[in-house]
């Protein structure tokens, strides 16, 4: 998979030169160079049709589609992964605080209701198989 | 002690002030039979509790293989990514994302009308045979000779780059459009200074040499005159 994504790679990489030096000849056309861009052109013909070959290797690549309007707007695409590692921080922060908050209820409440229903509370633990004393 | 004393208290209210009427299960009744109560909950995942005295009691849910008790950037293997990018600064530009590509790819897509997502909403007619063009097609691309005019040429500029390009295929793309004739003359430069250099060199190791013969010439004749001080030239070389 990794190869063939190598591969394809490459072969647009040829395509992109192709083209690039297709432009340079025409920027400044010499007369001589006709038979050059003639083979330029059969040869851009080729890269699409070994273009079209692999154009099937890629359909188990998942991309986010969020990530082609970062393309679209001329910004970094790895721009996305950032944003979304930031995110993904921020949002892990926001879960990490609500996880300590309950602790906390939990052992407060379990602490209370102790003190004040004692022997439910020991029937509670005997239920849910935690014998553990609150503390 | 207060909150012990009202449940006390809660035992003696009447069962109708419990939502559920006489079935309330705040109203304590003593076991008499030893068993405790049980809850059977049909639906999905039907489950029988031995609630005991307590009401609305539901079985914990389940444990999931996948929490976030569980280091998730590992678990994906983003932790190369979260690595290279937490915290840290990226280039804002796409063209710093690809350094060697030519043209302008900087721009907003919709204005060239090179959005990858007009390519998603209207995708290109495809299905049709690639071939080879024939000579009565490749006639069809024969070309006046002389430059292109000055409209369509500064279309074609690339962005001038800071950093000098490594890669030796794309040396030319740093400045503006680069011409046949240029690349060559520049190819030429590089070559005769590189020669230049090699000869220089040469000559350096010719004088070199000479000067070592000459030094063991005049050990060699032990003469008085030439037994003092050294010579400029011997100077340079010891």
Redesign the interface.
């Known amino acids: 998979m990794a190869n063939s994504l190598e591969n394809l790679e490459t072969q647009l ?1 040829l395509f ?2 192709n083209v ?1 030096q297709i ?9 001589q ?2 038979n050059v ?2 083979q330029k ?2 040869s851009l ?2 890269g ?2 070994e273009i ?1 070959k692999l154009k099937s290797l890629p359909q188990e690549v998942h991309i986010p ?1 969020e990530v ?2 970062y ?9 996305y ?2 944003d979304c ?2 995110k ?2 921020t949002k ?1 922060e926001q ?2 605080g609500k ?1 300590e908050a309950y602790k906390k209820f939990k052992t407060l409440l379990a602490t209370q209701l102790n ?3 004692p022997n ?1 509370l020991t ?2 633990r005997a ?2 198989g935690d014998e553990r004393t609150v503390t | 002690m207060m909150m012990a004393d009202q449940f006390r208290k809660a035992e003696q209210y009447s069962p109708k002030s419990s939502p559920r009427g006489a079935r309330s299960p705040v109203v304590s009744r003593q076991d008499s039979t030893g068993t405790l109560k049980t809850t059977i909950s049909l639906g999905k995942n039907p489950s029988i509790v031995h609630s005991g005295p307590f009401y609305l009691m539901k079985e914990p849910p389940d444990v999931k293989d996948l929490t976030g008790a569980t280091n998730l950037m590992e678990h994906y293997r983003l932790e190369h990514s979260y690595n290279k990018f937490s915290g840290k600064k990226v280039k804002e530009q796409l063209s710093s994302f690809l350094p060697y590509l030519p043209g302008m790819i900087d721009t907003p897509g919709h204005q060239d009308n090179s959005s990858l997502r007009s390519v998603i909403e209207k995708p290109p007619i495809g299905g049709k045979e690639l071939l080879p063009l024939t000579s009565v097609q490749l006639a069809g691309f024969r070309l006046h000779p002389g430059p292109l005019p000055e409209q369509y040429r500064c279309v074609n500029q690339t962005p001038q780059r800071k950093h000098k390009n490594k890669h030796k295929k794309h040396k030319h793309k740093a400045g503006e459009t680069p011409s046949q004739e240029t690349q060559v003359t520049e190819v030429g430069q590089d070559t005769h200074e590189k020669k230049h250099k090699k000869q220089k060199r040469h000559d350096e190791e010719k004088e070199r040499k000479k000067r070592k013969k000459e030094k063991k010439r005049k050990k060699q004749k032990h003469s008085p005159e030439h037994s003092g001080g050294l010579t400029p030239s011997q100077h340079s070389s010891g």
């Open positions: 990489e992109i030169e690039r432009r340079i000849i025409v920027g400044d056309f010499q007369p160079g006709q861009l003639n052109i059969q013909v080729h699409l049709q079209d589609l082609f309007d393309i679209d707007q001329g910004r970094n695409p790895q721009l992964t950032k590692i930031e993904a921080l892990n879960v990490r996880i003190n004040v229903f439910e029937k509670y239920i849910r």
